[in-house]
């Protein structure tokens, strides 16, 4: 294999302030090993990028990470909490989602409805709730609202939200899931190929979006995509996936000019 | 508030759908009304079947919170109506084997903690899994049940059924609604019983449907893992869901049992699961008014083939007309055969045939079913903006 023909550098584990930190992870599928002893970390309110050829295993350890695969081996940590084998939900209600690589629409409701599946700890989600302290459902309710709405208004979504979300192009759809992880309140966010099938306009708004709120609400983000002038604008460090390991990180200058990168590209996967 | 819905007038919220539904339905109750007044149906007939409906309304509710709601695949429709049905019978029956005579409110309590203590029972393991799992579960807890009833007859007097079930309302005032209408006090009774149950149950559910509980099951339905991504735990999402569904099941086979004031295990054979499924697909999965109109429609079908004595002559009848139009056109002359199916339809058969074209209808003409949700899961108190909720903003 021609993978043998260069080193793996792994992830740079020396960070101050880690909101995030993945050690030896491991995922078997049977025969393949989609991710090989993966170590990466994450300082708080930075915006790194992950990139690598298709199959390379970005999207298996965003699952891994989320919580939606259980790993073989390794661990994860949030905010200093081993989170290793913890349920996705629970996952998120410590801090930290997920967008899908495909979008994944609910039928039947409207873009407003989307946004409100978001906050944690309604009041309303309880049946004994509705039933006997609607006032408390109300008021949670009215302010989930007024979040929504803001977060619409900030997304430029605004104008749609009545609409059912089945009917938003491929892009908007892109937007309104990045808002409504937003409604989560989340830590740390993992966007699985935000602009893949997004005209470039809306791919220009998006990382608009994205550095802003990494700049207002400090929030850490992973970002896997494939548009490489997209990600080395919007993040910073780089790191690279190649057949389930990391092959190196560093600033987008390095990524960009390092070799191994582009042959591991070019190997399409490296079996050739 | 910026994001409040400007659609309150009420001309905004009906449809097309919702108006031609309004109006058939409308023309539908005059017709039986005018047969009814012109001789040609039985006022009691009509009361019977309006104290017969209940249950099958009250399971439709039941099933469209599950799988409505949360498309959950429960094939023990019938399974948790027994459960119901024989808890409250086998404790306020004043016959054989218990005598227990017990008051038809613990009954009723005793229908609904059982049906929920049995959901439970099935739902923690199996809702973890993948939905094919739970779905054979529930399959399997139909038989269980179904057994149970066969076998177990120092419990529930195995296939001779219970007899004795007290009557929930009988009282003076019905007698002269009951005159009126030619029936029994008893049936009027049922009726009023049975409806109250009907109205509470909806109530409930509009409520539950319509809160942020009824949103998170939404999304259960839609993706499952958008709501585990957006930190819902799914998993006693569905587990309530199934659990409420079930009660209200159980609720059915109480008004049932105290409806019949005798059950045998003949009347919660799988076929009844399959009508209820039959009439929340066909109302609209996921609405509660569409559950209401489903069922509505299934006991039409129900009842109203008793009516019909010999279903193959009627069709028959019905197949030959433009042949004895053309015969008579034609004195006679040239047209000397007649149709005939030759076949032994049943009122079962017919009952099962019709469903089943009903069921080839809703799937080719509307998949969606006739009345599919169209309300936001969102709190209507929220989206009334200011203060105009003194009701809702009581703790
Ligand atoms: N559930 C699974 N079962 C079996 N194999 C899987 C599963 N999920 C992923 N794989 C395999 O693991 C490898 C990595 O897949 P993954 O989706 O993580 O790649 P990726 O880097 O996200 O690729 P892309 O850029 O195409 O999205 C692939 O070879 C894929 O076929
Ligand atoms: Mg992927």
Known sequence: MSTASYGYDGGDLEKPDQVLTVENLRKEFGALIATEDVSLAAERGSITGLIGPNGAGKSTLFKLISGFYEPDAGSVTLN???ITGWSPDRIARRGMTRTFQTPRRIEGMTVRENMLVGPQNQAGESILSTMFRPGRVTRDERANLERAADLLELFELDHLADEPATDLSGGQFKLLELARAMMVEPDVLLLDEPVAGVNPA?????????????????????????????IMELADPIVVLDQGRVLTEGSPETVRTDDRVMEAYLGGGGES | MSLASTGSELADRITREELLIGGATALFLAAVAGAVAGGLLESAFVVSSLAFAPVILLLALGLNVQWGYGGLVNFSVAGFFAVGAYSTAVLTNGSDPHGLALHPAVGLVAAMAVSAALALAIGLPTLRLRADYFAIATLGFAEIVRLIVLNEGWLTNGGLGVFGIPVLFEAGVLSGPAELLNTTPRNVGN??????????????????????????????????????????????????????????MGVAGFYFAHYLRAITPGAFEPIQTFYVWVAVILGGSGSNRGAILGGFAVVLILRGTRLVNNPVGAIETLLNAPIDVLDRLLFSVAVDFRLSLGLDLNQDALRLLLIGLLVIAIVRLRPQGLLPPQREHIWPAALGGGGDAPEEDRE
Do not use: C, M
């Open chain 2, 191 to 248: 009726v009023l019983i049975g409806f109250l149950a009907v109205a509470v149950v909806f109530l409930v559910l509009r409520r539950v449907q319509s809160s942020p509980w009824g949103r998170v099951l939404r999304t259960i339905r839609a993706d499952e893992d958008v709501g585990q991504a957006l930190g819902k735990n799914t998993y006693r999402f569905k587990l309530q869901a199934f659990v409420l569904g079930s009660v209200i």
């Open chain 1, 202 to 230: 809306l791919a220009e708004d998006l990382a608009t979006y994205i550095e802003r709120l990494n700049r207002e609400r400090e929030l850490t983000i992973f970002i896997i995509e494939h548009d490489i002038d997209f």
């Open chain 1, 80 to 82: 200093g909490t081993d």
